[in-house]
């Protein structure tokens, strides 16, 4: 007699899905492909190159100037929208005199500093023959932006303290005022 071995059991339908091929959608009329794909290539072929530079014309010298001038713009009020979050870590840090708000107040001069020294690099690249009046308005609002910067840092340097606003800091022989009384609270 021959013992006849069991056959395994069929694969679990997960399984012939994964080794099927996907069933391929046809795409409604009404989407238009994307520009530059080419159906059924892989992207790389002679063809898609160029249609690609057949499609696509050069921008305009005044199109590259509107390009440029909206770049310059959001560089110039970039400084701007680092005052809040400034504003906001400076007074956070307190105003007593820490390593770490020392160093706050540091890194508060030092950008605005260099900001105002690079005027004309920062917008060198932005420079055009047909834009040079306007540019020159957008530099001024950057440097404007800098300086709002400057005067957070001297506002935080102003509450620590380290500004000389008294009398008593400019004259060797006037004295500090003391005061005549002290509350000092206390707790029960």
């Known amino acids: 007699m021959v013992e006849q ?3 395994p059991p069929p694969p679990p339908q997960w399984v012939l899905d994964l080794d099927s091929k996907p069933i391929r959608k046809s795409k ?3 989407i238009p492909d994307p520009p530059g794909y080419v159906a059924g290539g892989t992207g790389n072929t002679k063809r898609t190159k ?3 530079q057949q499609q696509r014309t050069p921008p305009t010298a005044e199109e590259t100037n509107q390009l440029k001038l909206k770049k310059a713009w959001e560089l110039a009020l970039a400084p701007a929208k680092q005052l809040p979050m400034n504003g906001i870590m400076m007074y ?3 105003n007593s005199l820490q390593i770490f708000s020392i160093m706050m107040v540091f890194m508060l001069f030092k950008g605005p500093i260099q900001g105002l020294m690079n005027v004309n690099q920062v917008f060198s690249r932005f420079e055009a023959e047909g834009i040079q009046s306007q540019m020159l308005g957008i530099k001024l609002v950057y440097v404007l932006m800098q300086l709002l910067a400057l005067g957070l840092g001297v506002w935080k340097v102003n509450g620590m303290g380290l500004l000389p606003t008294a009398r008593s ?14 509350a000092i609270p206390a707790f029960r």
């Open 28 to 30: 409604p009329a009404s």
């Open 5 to 7: 071995v069991p056959l």
């Open 50 to 52: 160029q249609t690609q």
């Open 169 to 182: 800091d400019w004259l060797a022989w006037e004295t500090e005022r003391l005061p005549l009384e002290r």
């Open 92 to 94: 956070m840090s307190g």
